[in-house]
Nanobody, 119 residues
């Protein structure tokens, strides 16, 4: 599966952004979709994931209550709605696809989209 992320940009603290990831292929619904991010000088970290049918979601603690992940299997897209953004959310955000939910180790990655939150 090929992934294309979009929607990044510059936003002030407290603002919102909506990231989208479009997937190619007809097997999108087989994959657990997720979002990761990598801030300057830091390692890539998990942000959120959503199960095959969207029934399960999971978030890293720092974004709980502010970010929401969703998917549309008919359109082969996954979305990350980011609200109440903070400067520490600044990072390149990557969408990813993997086969398992519990031990989530994505095999496919998008190219990344930059989110910059100004204070």
């Amino acid at each position: 599966v090929q992934l294309q992320a979009s929607g990044g940009g510059l936003v002030q603290a407290g603002g919102s952004l909506r990231l989208s990831c479009a997937a190619s292929g007809r097997t999108f619904s087989r994959y657990v979709m997720g979002w990761f991010r990598q801030a300057p000088g830091k390692e890539r970290e998990f942000v959120a994931r959503i199960s095959w049918n969207g029934g399960l979601t999971n978030y890293t603690d720092s974004v709980k209550g502010r970010f929401s992940v969703s998917r549309d299997n008919a359109k082969n897209t996954v979305t990350l709605q980011m609200n109440s953004l903070k400067p520490e959310d600044t990072a390149v955000y990557y969408c990813a696809a993997g086969e398992t939910y519990s031990d989530y180790a994505p095999a496919y990655w998008g190219q990344g989209t930059l989110v910059t939150v100004s204070s």
